[in-house]
């Protein structure tokens, strides 16, 4: 038997002079999203839900944000 190790995604670019990195967190159940908000618009574009320190590392490497860049709503 064989065991694979899963392959990390590729490294996703986004604009980073009109969006910024958001995590959405709600009050009542906990639940965190992450992803990017428009500047102009305020639109939220969700891309990945937050279960643990090891999704949000993930999506720290996948899009090349630093941790200090994001901003939480509630």
Same mark, same amino acid.
Request: proline share 4%.
């Given at each position: 038997?064989?065991?694979? !190790?899963?392959? !990390?995604?590729? #490294?996703?670019?986004?604009?980073?002079?009109?969006?910024?990195? #958001?995590? &959405?967190? /709600?009050?009542?159940?906990?639940?965190?999203?992450?992803?990017?908000?428009?500047?102009? /618009?305020?639109?939220?574009? %969700?891309?990945? @839900?937050? &279960?643990? *320190?090891?999704? @949000?590392?993930?999506? @720290?490497? !996948?899009?090349? #944000? *630093? %941790? /200090? %860049?994001?901003? &939480?709503?509630?």
């Amino acid at each position: 038997m064989m065991f694979f !190790r899963r392959k !990390r995604p590729p #490294v996703a670019a986004y604009d980073k002079t009109g969006k910024i990195p #958001v995590i &959405r967190s /709600s009050i009542c159940t906990g639940e965190q999203t992450a992803g990017f908000k428009d500047l102009t /618009s305020g639109r939220f574009e %969700e891309l990945m @839900l937050i &279960r643990g *320190e090891d999704d @949000l590392r993930e999506f @720290l490497y !996948r899009y090349q #944000v *630093e %941790e /200090s %860049e994001i901003k &939480r709503e509630w």
